[in-house]
Antibody, heavy 118, light 110 residues
Framework: EVQLVESGGGLVQPGGSLRLSCAAS????????MNWVRQAPGKGLEWVSY????????YYADSVKGRFTISRDNAKNSLYLQMNSLRAEDTAVYYC???????????WGQGTLVTVSS | QSALTQPASVSGSPGQSITISCTGT?????????VSWYQQHPGQAPKLMIYDVSNRPSGVSNRFSGSKSGNTASLTISGLQAEDEADYYC??????????FGGGTKLTVL
């Protein structure tokens, strides 16, 4: 069974940093591209970042470019999101999402809440 | 990248059919057959319902179907059931090799 379990969320002050982790199991992690998707309270889904299976290709949404860094450790079956210079508008549930062999997300984690507030 | 356009809400009675539209541009919806649809119940993670415009994953009811015409994709749910009440999001691959989601549609089963 595919499982994606996020951790690392919490309350952080504006300008602060946070590192999210996603532990993957039930599939060959190193064979799949991964994404982070977020959802602000009461709002819709927003794609945040993408990383290819071998980490050679990464993409970011304009809203986080230069502040967030996506990475992965295939030996540890883990995905990460380093978030710096956090703003109030970054407050959201952050989902780890597996990209299928095609062009869609087929599995989602349960999410971890990040709250940016003083 | 601007979000895809979906109606904020739709409603229907049990047994009826409803359609949710998702409008983008030639750089996303219109340019690729890579539109997917997700269902999200309150407090839960999204669930894949349709991929590549019209394909259903294993385990998804055949009451759910997808289509596309030009820059607009559509999700149709036939034989509405109470458990279909949820938020629905479309998503498309884009020319920038990124993803874009729609704003979401709240489905109410009357």
């Amino acid at each position: 069974e595919v499982q994606l379990v996020e951790s690392g969320g919490g309350l952080v002050q504006p300008g602060g940093s946070l590192r999210l982790s996603c532990a993957a199991s039930g599939f060959t992690f190193s064979s799949y591209s991964m994404n982070w998707v977020r959802q602000a309270p009461g709002k819709g889904l927003e794609w945040v970042s993408y990383i290819s299976s071998s980490s050679t290709i990464v993409y970011y949404a304009d809203s986080v470019k230069g502040r967030f860094t996506i990475s992965r450790d295939n030996a540890k079956n883990s995905l990460y999101l380093q978030m710096n210079s956090l703003r109030a508008e970054d407050t959201a549930v952050y989902y780890c999402a597996r990209e299928s062999s095609g062009y869609y997300v087929d599995y989602w984690g349960q999410g971890t809440l990040v709250t940016v507030s003083s | 990248q601007s979000a895809l356009t979906q109606p904020a809400s739709v409603s229907g009675s049990p047994g009826q059919s409803i359609t949710i539209s998702c409008t983008g541009t030639s750089s996303d919806v219109g340019g690729y057959n890579y539109v997917s649809w997700y269902q999200q119940h309150p407090g839960q993670a999204p669930k894949l319902m349709i991929y590549d415009v019209s394909n259903r994953p294993s385990g998804v009811s055949n009451r759910f179907s997808g289509s596309k015409s030009g820059n607009t994709a559509s999700l149709t749910i036939s034989g509405l059931q109470a458990e279909d009440e949820a938020d629905y999001y479309c998503s498309s691959y884009t020319r920038s090799s990124t993803w874009v989601f729609g704003g979401g549609t709240k489905l109410t089963v009357l």
